[in-house]
């Protein structure tokens, strides 16, 4: 079974950070299409304006243009979502209602974030698991792969 997420910004920012750790494998994994990210293009927006910030791309190693094509083979890998409803405000940071919406209009398995308790209990009333990526690994059967 290809488990279905949607990945929070956070947990990708990590990932091209350090090529270590459980963002990183998850990563990996939905690269080796064991994981299928679920994307709204609101979210897809957010991702690559957050990795082109001027911190991220000197802790990457990364250029605009090579955040460009990291984005263009994420959407490719990805299942898109259309938002057909939209529940605001249910969270305290407005930019996570889009995580959420993503997750609840794309039927997600679950939500992965570094920020699981500022996803409850909004997501837990929509019935979205919120998890850690460490957590996504091991309830997903990724670890040691």
Known sequence: MVARLVIDTNVIVAALRSGRGASAALM???????VKPLLTVALVLEIESVLCRPEHLA???LTPELVQGFVDELCALAEPVQIHFAWRPMLHDAADEMVLEAAVNGQADALVTFNTKDFLPAAQ???VEVIAPITALRVFDLMDR
């Not at 990996?28 to 064991?34: F, N, S, Y």
């Open 125 to 127: 009333s929509f019935g």
């Open 28 to 34: 990996l994994h939905v690269a080796e299409k064991r």
């Open 59 to 61: 802790a990457s190693g």
